[in-house]
Structure formats: C-alpha cells, structure tokens
C-alpha cells in the first residue's frame, strides 16, 4: 500500500523559511516523479513543484521559481520542498503527490498526472 506522509508545515511571517518534508513508501518502482502541490481556501489546487528520482529533473511553477527548491533523498524515499523568502500567498495546505507514470515520467505540475497523495500540511504566512 502506498502511503505518503508530510511534515514541516507550519506558521511563519514573511520572509521567513520552511522545509516541507514528505516521506513516501509502499511504492514498486526506484525511479519515479514526486510533486508538491498546494490549495488555498476557495482557489484551485495548484502544482508548485516537481522532480524526477531518477536524474534530478524539475519544473517549477512560475510564482515559486526562485524561492522554492525541491529536491529527494532516495535512500530515504524522502521528498522536500525548501520554501524560503515566504509570501502570505503562499499560504495554503501543501500535499505531495506520486505521479501515475512510474519511471517513464517527466516532472510534471499537473494534477492529473499523479494518482498517490498524501493528507497535505498546513502553510501559513502572515504579513
């Protein structure tokens, strides 16, 4: 059964940092893309970053480039997401997500694209 865990959620003030940690298994394939993925109270869901286990590749939505830096610990089966210089935009529950494709995957914001995910931590930014 595959199960994904977050953590690192949490309130901060602007400008402020968070790592966003989100510990997967029960997963069978080695190489795969991982996403992070965050919804704000009456907004869609939004893909904010994404990664491939298997050679380092990643996509970034455009509001976070810059900022938020995700990367995985593969002997950990871990996934995270450095979130610096926060924004009270930012705030959101954040959910890591496993994509759909198993190892013929490309980093990928979509929604669609990813059929696992966890319960989401909470982010919170004031000003």
């Known amino acids: 059964q595959v199960q994904l865990v977050e953590s690192g959620g949490g309130s901060v003030q602007a400008g402020g940092s968070l790592r966003l940690s989100c510990a997967a298994s029960?997963?069978?394939?080695?190489?795969?893309?991982m996403g992070w993925f965050r919804q704000a109270p009456g907004k869609e869901r939004e893909g904010v970053a994404a990664i491939y286990s298997g050679g380092g590749r990643s996509a970034y939505a455009d509001s976070v480039k810059g900022r938020f830096t995700i990367s995985l610990d593969n002997a950990k089966n871990t996934v995270y997401l450095q979130m610096n210089s926060l924004k009270p935009e930012d705030t959101a529950m954040y959910f890591c997500a496993i994509d759909r494709r198993g190892p013929f995957c490309v980093p990928s914001l979509g929604g669609l694209d990813y059929n696992y995910w966890g319960q989401g931590t909470q982010v919170t930014v004031s000003s």
């Open positions: 029960g997963y069978p394939y080695s190489s795969n893309c």
